[in-house]
């Protein structure tokens, strides 16, 4: 099963009358997985368990996990955080007298710090319905984050399998005219041979071996099975239910350096722009490719 590096997926969870958890998780392309995290300061303690429930679910990408707190009804209209507020004013105050300043403390300006107005603060009775609060939604933030990257990597999977049966087309079409090339190139270079008036005597060893060693360079035979190769493998791939990303980027490299290959070895005019035409659709299955996880 295909899945796409790119997702979002969002969880909720209550914890205290009219204060729930909000959970986003959302990533973006990258080689190895690398999570950052926004958490409350009262849930930092929990950033090492989701981390490790994040691992779960994905193995590579660029993961953005933010957690916020979000109150409703009385709750989220008036509740002030009185001990936050007193704390911050008595910072503000020993500051004030620290630096010598005379202003005062403007308490107005105050509550539009994050945290001070419309939130219940945590405490140590509700903090364990916090951290299972936090463990549910994330949960639910995953499995949503999941859903998105499936249906996203199914659309890919078609794609993929779209681009695939135009490069067995393109080989298809290099196959007969690269077929009987080095027995066609051996006969030429006895011909010119000849033609020159130069001896190539059944006896002759030396010249010979060196007749079927040119000829052989220009046999494709080895490329076309290997790119077939590589096309069955590709198509494994695409029904593993592992992450194939690494795999699958792997096998472009090969199938790049195999369709090379045989374009310098046939050096035909007729089978160049068949080649630039694989090689073009190649590119663009690489670049989808790096959106798999």
Do not use: W
């Amino acid at each position: 099963m295909l899945r796409s590096m790119t997702g979002f997926g969002k969880g909720e969870a209550s914890f205290v009358e009219g204060q729930h958890l909000v959970v986003e998780v959302s990533s973006v392309n990258r080689k190895q997985l690398e999570v950052r995290t926004a958490f409350p300061p009262e849930l930092v303690s929990q950033e090492i368990p989701a981390r490790k429930m994040v691992q779960e679910y994905i193995s590579r990408g660029a993961v953005q996990l933010r957690v916020s707190v979000n109150s409703t009804g009385a709750a989220g209209q008036g509740a002030v955080n009185r001990e936050l507020l007193r704390s911050l004013i008595r910072e503000c105050q020993e500051m004030r007298r620290e630096f010598g300043l005379q202003d005062e403390v403007a308490v107005e300006t105050l509550m539009s710090v994050p945290g001070v107005l419309g939130a219940t603060p945590f405490s140590p009775e509700n903090q364990p319905a916090a951290v299972e609060a936090l463990e549910t939604a994330l949960r639910g933030a995953l499995e949503k984050f999941q859903e998105m990257r499936t249906v996203e990597g199914e659309a890919l999977r078609r794609d993929f399998a779209g681009r695939l049966a135009v490069l067995e087309k393109l080989l298809g079409e290099i196959e007969p005219q690269v077929s009987g090339l080095a027995a066609s190139i051996r006969e030429r270079l006895l011909e010119k041979l000849a033609a020159e008036k130069i001896p190539t005597g059944a006896d002759d060893d030396r010249l010979l071996k060196e007749v079927l060693f040119y000829a052989d360079k220009s046999d494709v035979t080895e490329e076309i099975t290997r790119l077939r190769s590589h096309f069955a493998q590709f198509r494994r791939f695409l029904d593993e239910t592992k992450p194939v990303g690494r795999s699958l980027d792997f096998l472009m490299q090969e199938l790049f350096r195999e369709i090379t290959t045989l374009g310098n070895k046939a050096g035909i005019p007729t089978v160049s722009p068949l080649v630039v035409a694989f090689k073009c659709e190649l590119e663009k299955l690489r670049e989808q490719i790096q959106n798999v996880e």
